[in-house]
């Protein structure tokens, strides 16, 4: 282990694995921002012990039980019963909202998309129809933050990389009485592997995680002084941390039949394309 690496591990011996001396994700991020302005190591420990907490959470998870999700700190012991569970109540929405964001070819965001999100009662539209025209008329260049992309490849702390053009794509449809509800809702259906849905809902839950995520990014990059909540970093933090349990998940729902579960067909299919960002999102609502 290289010396500066021992030294830390001699400081912070919590944020290495005593095993195989591998140094946990946030630290790799942390050396990654030293172009910035010094910080104080103990101060970066310490914004980084959300992230550790959540991490030690899932780890105990994956040794435990192959089928546990760690949510914001919150433990989900069975997911593949809570999303069958979900299908099967708002079975609507898994095929007419779902389904059609993992099969539309768009180059661009259509009124038909934007209309679709009414499913999961988005509102768009009810105070003029200039909301839906916000999303189809506005010029975006969408290449950077391609179909293909995940958010789990968006590193905020990379300057001018995939999560900050995708911010500035997300804001760029923000106006009165249009923020995060409705945008995530649309932009979930153009790009699924990327933008979680955030209503009230998702973001109640996260609200802690998202505070204490935007505290380690503005110790680690000015740009984030003025950020409160890191909705989008905080989740992400939670797939990178779930990667092992979302796989063994996936793997269960493959599995699913018609015969062994209550679901038809139609929305056995549906399930099984559904990108881990929507998984997690799910299984987040559901936590109430």
């Known amino acids: ?20 001396g591998q140094i946990y994700a946030v630290i790799t991020t942390l050396n990654q921002s030293d172009k910035h302005a010094p910080v104080d190591l103990s101060q970066r ?3 980084a012990m959300a992230i550790e907490h959540n991490s030690q959470k899932s780890d105990e998870a994956k040794n435990s039980h192959p089928l546990q999700v760690v949510i914001a700190g919150h433990t989900i012991r069975d997911p ?19 389904q059609f964001a993992y099969t539309q070819t ?8 934007v209309k679709r999100t ?44 995939l999560y900050d053009h995708a911010e500035k794509i997300y804001k760029n449809y923000f106006q009165f009485n249009v923020r995060d509800g409705k945008v995530s ?12 849905i955030l209503d009230s809902r998702v973001k109640k839950n ?14 680690l990059n000015p740009k984030f002084i003025n950020l409160k909540r890191a909705y989008w970093s905080a989740i992400r933090n939670d797939l990178i941390a779930n990667e092992f349990a979302l796989r063994s998940l996936k793997k269960s729902i493959d599995g699913l039949t018609t015969s062994n579960c209550e679901l038809d067909g139609e929305l056995i299919s549906a399930l099984k394309v559904l990108s881990n960002v929507r998984l997690l999102d799910i299984l987040t609502w559901k936590l109430g």
């Open 80 to 98: 593949l019963n809570t999303l069958t569970n979900y299908c099967r109540k708002y079975h609507k929405t898994i095929k007419s909202f779902d």
């Open 206 to 219: 996260y609200r802690r995680a998202a505070t204490a995520e935007a505290n380690r990014l503005r110790l």
């Open 106 to 113: 768009a180059i661009r965001i259509t009124e038909d998309l």
């Open 1 to 20: 282990m290289p010396n500066h690496l021992l030294k830390l591990s001699h400081n912070f011996p919590s944020l290495i694995d005593p095993t195989s």
């Open 185 to 196: 809702k649309v932009l979930y259906l153009f790009r699924p592997n990327f933008f979680p």
């Open 118 to 161: 009414k499913i999961l009662n988005s509102r768009i539209g009810n105070r003029g129809k200039h909301e839906v025209k916000n999303f189809v008329n506005k010029p975006v260049d969408w290449s950077v933050v391609s179909y293909k992309v995940s958010l789990i490849d968006a590193d905020p702390l990379d300057d001018d990389g």
């Open 45 to 47: 420990a310490s914004a």
